[in-house]
């Protein structure tokens, strides 16, 4: 078969920059070295839309261009551009990232199964993939295989569309967004059709924040979650931390009533406080998460009290320094982050005053707003808070939840992903051709399972069982929403397609 959609001329092929993944990537993965630097860990891919299947051609230009990702490495200019734009990823972290490397070899599995096997390239089938290593050599995988595996899809089984007017596309819904007031970000590297559409979708995107800035409209570009695009770009690099961090932890102690203050725990004392401050609230579901959030961070002295029962099992004794030069034991971790300049929260001081704010992903925004203006009133903070919004967006939501949130008292931002960068229609019927929605998962660390629980039951990953036993034992109640169906997320091309395959 006849690949379509080469990458675009001049450009290499593949991934080809361990920069070209997001930031919250790099973040998790300077807190693993710090505490859990020899965490076994195993991801596992989950196609949600099983109705669109790579063919053997796919599978094989995928299989190489994950062989080639033990080739791509920090340059010393990227690691002088994280020193200066980032500066909370520490010196440490950063002579460990220039030295880094990928062995897929050792850690990627990857298989195809063709469905009706005649030996062509155009024979579709099953296809999975496992990554399997230490949590800290693994982490930074799941970006670039999840791009690379819709590229593959887009490159040789879709292949009824093209490039022509990505950029003024990206451009009009850049106008739209910030001429409406929205502030917005670029999160679409996951599901990406290619490297070419997402570098296309930048320059229409910074294009129309000049022309947002000469207007001075209140809407504005605030960055990208892709530390690559955000360095040529020169815009800001966006995020923080994801599902991974609760669920890695959770999994270690196993310990799902304490996970959540474990793991923000855990953050302060790597970043410090007002740094990296959005929480993600729905691993476990939101109503969980704000026990966790309301508590209070502990001042070194009481951390010292209870290192050894907030530890992660395993770990050095809390007076047993780590051979990187850390101790895993809270109270030295609060102890190193102020003697590294890092604010340090005061006593009595709660995450949800530390925290300049949340992220919502799963579930009805709407209901998450209110959730969370009854809690910050309930808390007695009446700072005016962030709500970042990542969940499935187009200009219309955006719009919708900003004055929803700004009524509630919030300042909306918005993560916006795959509208940007996988927005596209079949030329020959003008219909639209649907991105994948596919994830690539934590599944077990330690040897226990990994799971998700989030605010819509569509969007639960992991073991079954476990996650039966958890939402029992925290007493997590199954909400609905209208937009929770995760085959139709973005067209009605999915929701028909899984229709038909419902009825096989």
């Not at 340059?75 to 980032?86: A, G, H, N, P, R």
């Amino acid at each position: 078969m006849v690949e379509a959609h080469a990458q675009h001329e001049g450009l290499p092929e593949g991934v080809f920059s361990l920069l070209d993944t997001d930031l919250y990537k790099l973040t998790m993965q300077c807190a693993i070295l710090k505490y859990l630097p020899d965490v076994p860990v195993t991801y596992k891919y989950t196609n949600r839309t099983p109705q669109k299947k790579l063919n053997r051609a796919a599978f094989q230009w995928l299989e190489l261009q994950i062989s080639k990702l033990d080739n791509i490495f920090v340059t010393t200019e990227e690691i002088q551009y994280l020193k200066t734009t980032c500066s909370f990823l520490n010196g440490h972290y950063l002579h460990f990232l220039s030295e880094f490397r990928l062995s897929p070899s050792n850690q990627v599995q990857a298989s195809f199964q063709a469905s009706h096997d005649t030996g062509s390239q155009d024979d579709e089938g099953d296809f999975s993939l496992k990554v399997v290593g230490n949590w800290l050599d693994t982490i930074l995988y799941e970006t670039p295989l999840l791009a690379l595996t819709s590229e593959a899809y887009f490159r040789f089984c879709d292949t009824d569309w093209d490039y022509n007017g990505q950029e003024e596309k990206a451009y009009n819904k850049g106008i739209k967004l910030m001429e409406n007031g929205c502030i917005f970000s670029e999160f679409g590297t996951r599901r990406r059709r290619s490297y070419h559409t997402q570098d296309l979708v930048l320059r229409g995107l910074t294009r129309a924040a000049d022309t947002a800035a000469a207007n001075k409209w209140e809407g504005k570009l605030s960055g990208s979650s892709n530390v690559h695009f955000a360095m040529k770009y020169g815009i800001a690099p966006v995020g923080t931390v994801a599902h991974e961090w609760f669920m890695g932890i959770a999994s270690i102690k196993n310990d799902y009533e304490h996970a959540n203050e474990t793991a923000l725990r855990y953050w302060v004392g790597c970043f410090g406080e007002g740094v990296l401050g959005i929480a993600l609230t729905d691993t476990f579901g939101t109503p969980s998460f704000l026990k966790a959030f309301g508590s209070i961070m502990p001042t070194p002295e009481k951390a010292r009290e209870d290192a050894v029962t907030t530890r992660i099992p395993g770990a050095p004794h809390p007076s047993t320094p780590l051979q990187n030069g850390y101790s895993n034991h809270v109270g030295n971790m609060i102890e190193s982050a102020a003697s590294n300049g890092i604010v340090i929260p005061g006593e009595g001081k709660s995450y949800a005053q530390i925290f300049t704010g949340v992220r919502q992903d799963s579930g009805d925004p709407r209901a998450f707003i209110k959730m969370m203006r009854d809690f910050y009133d309930s808390e007695g903070i009446t700072e005016k808070k962030t709500i970042v919004f990542s969940d499935s967006l187009n200009i219309e939501r955006c719009i919708e939840y900003m004055h929803a949130a700004k009524e509630a008292g919030f300042l909306p931002t918005f993560g916006v992903g795959t509208f940007l960068s996988n927005d596209f229609t079949h030329i020959s019927n003008g219909k639209k051709s649907s991105p994948l929605n596919i994830v690539i998962k934590l599944s077990s660390a330690n040897g226990s399972p990994a799971i998700k629980i989030s605010d819509n039951v569509g969007k639960n990953s992991g073991d079954s069982e476990t996650v039966d036993k958890v939402k029992a034992s925290l007493g997590y109640v199954e909400r609905t929403w209208a937009n929770g169906d995760e085959t139709t997320r973005w067209g009605s091309r999915n929701r028909e397609a899984a229709a038909a395959a419902a009825q096989i």
